[in-house]
């Protein structure tokens, strides 16, 4: 109801502004300002009306992509409009306590909702579909002959439901993947928001990426269903069980808490994965000592771990992990990415928040996911695909 009201008022305000400013000075710009206005309004009305006459289950992917554009909406229309609407009244009310009009007041408005229009919209509609391949050469001393030049292409953070309407941006990402030739394909969870339902038919898509050596995955913490609002306990441990068998539907051995052995002919690769629950800042990070159990006679030791902390807490100088692979971050989908400089504000959460590190001949590389979750943005903050190749050090 409270959204209903806010949506009425800055809808009637914002008309009466429109014709204060424009009616008499231009009718031309006028009636275009009111067929743009009248356009924004009308799909705003319709996501509005979609998410509140829903009576289905919170994750069916329908209503998450009406809830993320919805979201989307406020933040770069109805926000804009607020701002015009507060400097314009802002404006008036100076003129009658002082007797001067003042234009100030509007035009820092106006020029602020521009902004905001512009860099959100250019988010939504360019940036979260400016997908980057980032390559990495990663320099292992001691690597067996048989790795050298081993390729590894690493996805992350789908957020499923972020590609309802967008399928046809999924399957040329796995077409780019393919045209990698990777020997293999990594995947570091989260590929749903809520619950199971969200992965709807995606599964078809997921598995046109093939890889040398077979694609891997680990869940993490959104699939285990722990933001889903009515579960239960034995229907978040019944998500799991359907979330695994999508993902392995998908073309994915899924490693929960577990390892396989890559055989690659002259070589061997001990791949390990752990699983991420829990919510920040209360996330649970899987058993890597249970995980690693009777590995012997690996050449490589290579973790798939979904949130980058777990890297400094159980494997940076406490293991022989030599390559570990994370995601979770996003960057937040927000901030500067420039090849001179980073910056997002992840990294007052996750420190490693992207790109390369290394400990002492241990490294992680931190994926910044190929979805958005909240709001349907990535501003200055690219989805990513990861392309790593193992050299000698």
Known sequence: MALFIVLAVT???TLAVIRQ???????LSYYFAITIHVALSLWIWILWFKTVSFRGMPDDPAYEWSVMNLRGMLMTVVVPRILIISGHYTGKWIFRASGTRPSKPSIIAIVLASINFVVLSSGALIGRFNFRTESHVIRIKGLDPGLEGFRIVHISDLHLPCFYHHHERLAEVMQAINELEPDLIVNTGDFINLGWREFDSFDTILSKAKARYGQYAVMGNHDFGTYHP?????ERENNV???????EASGYKVLNDEFEMLNTGSSSIALIGVTTSGSFPDIVHG?????????????LKILLAHDPNQWDRDVAGKT?????????THGMQV???????????????YPRWNGVHELNGQY????????VLGMPFRIWIPPEITVITLMPG
Do not use: C, Q
């Open 11 to 13: 809808e009637l305000l």
């Open 21 to 27: 400013y424009l009616y008499e000075r231009s009718w």
């Open 230 to 234: 009515t579960y239960t306990d034995a």
């Open 241 to 247: 069980r359907l979330m695994k068998r999508f993902i």
């Open 287 to 299: 058993d890597l000592e249970k995980a690693s159990e009777r590995i012997y006679g690996e050449d």
């Open 320 to 328: 022989d992990i030599s390559l570990t692979l994370s995601g979770h």
């Open 335 to 349: 901030g500067i990415y420039t090849k001179l400089f980073k910056w997002s504000p992840a990294k007052y959460f």
């Open 364 to 371: 992680l590389v931190v994926n910044r996911g190929l979805g």
